[in-house]
């Protein structure tokens, strides 16, 4: 049978406005960051999406836009935190050794590879849609988990977090609070759509 997961990335934090490399350390979200969600939760509603369970990263931008989006109760997993990028977290992006996919760039500098941080990230997602009555899932977590995860599974769909903000970009980019849909059946998840939001409508 197959089920629905829903990725959904968080909302603009600080470091993002200040252009800092944000893995593991946390950044509060902003206040446009607190408004995003509410499209998400929007999408959902007129969709009529729900969910059987929800996840979020322990990271607290996570699960503070998770909270933003509805009131159930949910699970804080480190398998969808942000990939760890070492002694370069909290550093200014411009500082990026590399550009994604990054293979082993940032391993010698105390952070992970892309196959460690796909490999995490694809296990939590797989053990948490095996779960039973697992139907519709709602999972909150990052720019690179959206990115690298859909990499995993669709290669050709691998998309790259810069500052275009052209209307064709706003479509092919993993925007703030982005959704991501996939189906899931026999250990396999098929990418379904991404919806970016349109911020300068009114909710």
Request: proline share 4%.
């Amino acid at each position: 049978m197959k089920k629905t997961l829903y990725i959904v990335r968080h909302g603009q934090t600080v470091f993002n406005l200040r252009e800092k490399i944000q893995g593991w350390t946390d950044s509060p979200l902003t206040e446009l960051g607190r408004r995003q969600p509410l499209y998400a939760k929007k999408w959902f509603a007129d969709n009529r999406v729900t969910f059987t369970h929800a996840y979020s990263s322990t990271s607290e931008r996570a699960s503070d836009t998770l909270e933003l989006i509805t009131d159930m109760p949910y699970e804080r997993l480190k398998g969808i935190k942000e990939r760890n990028f070492g002694k370069f977290d909290g550093e200014a992006e411009a500082l990026h050794i590399a550009s994604p996919p990054f293979g082993d760039a940032y391993e010698p500098h105390g952070g992970e590879s892309d196959d460690t941080f796909i490999g995490r990230v694809n296990k939590t997602f797989t053990d948490m849609m095996e779960k039973d009555g697992h139907d519709s899932v709602l999972a909150v977590a990052h720019a690179g988990v959206c990115g690298f995860f859909t990499y995993y599974w669709k290669p050709e769909m691998i998309t790259h977090f810069g500052k275009n903000k052209s209307a064709s970009a706003k479509h092919s980019k993993m925007q703030n609070c982005c959704i991501l849909k996939y189906e899931y059946e026999d250990g396999k998840f098929d990418f379904i759509e991404l919806v970016n939001h349109d911020f300068d409508q009114p909710l």
